[in-house]
């Protein structure tokens, strides 16, 4: 049955439906528990009692969001069985409350802070022994220094809304300048979580990656097909692993890996506090708007990247009021 399951995810994801990173997820998901320990099953024989054993089991080492995809994955597996008669009728499973976590968002304070401190560190060797770096971080010799390319990641992305993992995939010929009105890069990036529209970034997102393809491009490595930061890892992966190990040393020279609230930071700490910045200093932005930019749903942004902003962060906006030319306007659209 989970075979079968996964062969008809397959199917969704030729079909656009479903990303191929969701059904990796999925199958980790299916060899890592679910199989062994019930792969010898009959579908008839997993009861209610089972899967309350079974999410107790998991609620030990995961989160509640975890624990709520796992039991999705064995829905998928049972709902199967019902519909190829295998099995009669879904058995009741337990019900997990999802508990949400704030992603870490820097306050603009903070955020200035790692930045200054990224560029202070720029070309500086990291403290530990050579016999660390190599053992419990895996780097090479040639990535114990720091290089610009942090300060660069942690301005664009705070600029640019994008995830962590579109660093090691987003090459020059997905960057477009764009000078009208406004001036800012339209970024068509490649299709993330079912996601296909372009990002279009702030305008300081244009004065950073001027700099690094200059920077970059004294050593030939600024062509349409080169990577934006880090371009001469060939490795992706690594290069990504990389960056998040530069960050985490930014951070600890900081202090500023725990948030307020005990949470632990990372790149994608910077994602969260570019979509909280336009909350908070974004003249009007609608959430839909926002939404659709930074490639994510108005629901997400409720849930976590919303959830640390308060009422008094935008006393003002709260505190305003309409002209009356504006309540004027708004009534005869109404009418």
């Given at each position: 049955?989970a075979?079968?399951?996964?062969t008809?995810e397959?199917?969704r994801?030729?079909?656009?439906?479903?990303?191929s990173?969701?059904?990796?997820?999925l199958?980790?998901?299916?060899?890592?528990?679910?199989l062994?320990?019930?792969g010898?099953?009959?579908p008839?024989?997993?009861?209610?009692?089972?899967?309350l054993?079974?999410t107790?089991y998991l609620?030990?080492?995961?989160?509640t969001?975890?624990?709520s995809?796992?039991l999705?994955?064995?829905?998928?597996?049972l709902?199967?069985a019902?519909?190829?008669?295998?099995?009669?009728?879904?058995?009741e499973?337990?019900?997990?409350?999802?508990?949400?976590n704030s992603?870490?968002?820097?306050?603009?304070?903070e955020?200035?802070?790692?930045?200054?401190?990224?560029?202070?560190?720029?070309n500086t060797?990291?403290?530990?022994?050579?016999?660390?770096?190599?053992k419990s971080?895996r780097?090479?010799?040639?990535?114990y220094?720091m290089p610009?390319?942090?300060?660069w990641?942690?301005?664009?992305?705070?600029?640019?809304?994008?995830?962590p993992?579109?660093?090691?995939?987003l090459?020059?010929?997905?960057?477009?300048?764009?000078?009208?009105?406004?001036?800012?890069?339209r970024?068509?990036?490649?299709?993330?979580?079912s996601h296909?529209?372009?990002?279009?970034?702030?305008?300081?997102?244009?004065?950073?990656?001027?700099?690094?393809?200059?920077?970059h491009?004294?050593?030939?490595?600024?062509?349409?097909?080169?990577?934006?930061?880090?371009?001469h890892?060939r490795?992706?992966?690594?290069?990504?692993?990389?960056?998040?190990?530069y960050?985490?040393?930014?951070?600890?020279r900081?202090?500023?890996?725990?948030?307020?609230?005990?949470?632990?930071?990372?790149?994608?700490?910077?994602?969260?506090?570019?979509?909280?910045f336009?909350?908070?200093?974004g003249?009007?932005?609608?959430?839909?708007?926002?939404?659709?930019?930074?490639?994510?749903?108005?629901?997400?942004?409720?849930?976590?990247?919303?959830?640390?902003?308060t009422g008094?962060?935008?006393?003002?906006?709260l505190?305003?009021?309409?002209?009356?030319?504006?309540?004027?306007l708004?009534h005869t659209v109404?009418?």
């Amino acid at each position: 049955m989970a075979a079968q399951m996964l062969t008809n995810e397959h199917a969704r994801v030729e079909r656009g439906e479903f990303s191929s990173g969701s059904l990796k997820v999925l199958r980790n998901r299916l060899d890592a528990h679910i199989l062994p320990r019930w792969g010898k099953q009959r579908p008839e024989d997993i009861d209610h009692a089972q899967l309350l054993a079974f999410t107790q089991y998991l609620s030990k080492s995961f989160s509640t969001i975890t624990v709520s995809q796992y039991l999705v994955a064995v829905r998928k597996i049972l709902t199967l069985a019902v519909a190829v008669n295998a099995l009669d009728k879904l058995p009741e499973f337990p019900k997990v409350r999802v508990q949400t976590n704030s992603r870490g968002a820097f306050t603009p304070t903070e955020y200035w802070q790692i930045m200054r401190t990224a560029r202070k560190l720029q070309n500086t060797r990291h403290p530990d022994s050579d016999s660390t770096l190599r053992k419990s971080y895996r780097l090479r010799s040639a990535e114990y220094t720091m290089p610009p390319d942090v300060a660069w990641v942690i301005g664009f992305m705070v600029n640019s809304f994008i995830r962590p993992s579109d660093l090691k995939t987003l090459k020059h010929r997905h960057v477009e300048v764009v000078r009208n009105g406004n001036t800012y890069l339209r970024l068509n990036l490649p299709k993330t979580k079912s996601h296909t529209r372009p990002i279009v970034t702030l305008q300081p997102a244009v004065r950073i990656y001027q700099q690094l393809t200059q920077h970059h491009s004294a050593r030939n490595l600024a062509a349409p097909d080169d990577y934006l930061f880090l371009p001469h890892l060939r490795d992706r992966a690594y290069a990504h692993w990389v960056l998040s190990f530069y960050f985490n040393w930014v951070l600890a020279r900081t202090g500023l890996k725990l948030g307020a609230h005990g949470q632990e930071r990372s790149l994608y700490s910077l994602r969260h506090s570019s979509i909280t910045f336009r909350l908070l200093y974004g003249q009007g932005i609608d959430l839909l708007t926002l939404a659709r930019n930074a490639r994510t749903s108005v629901d997400m942004i409720n849930q976590h990247y919303a959830s640390t902003v308060t009422g008094e962060q935008n006393i003002g906006m709260l505190q305003s009021r309409r002209t009356r030319q504006h309540s004027q306007l708004s009534h005869t659209v109404i009418s």
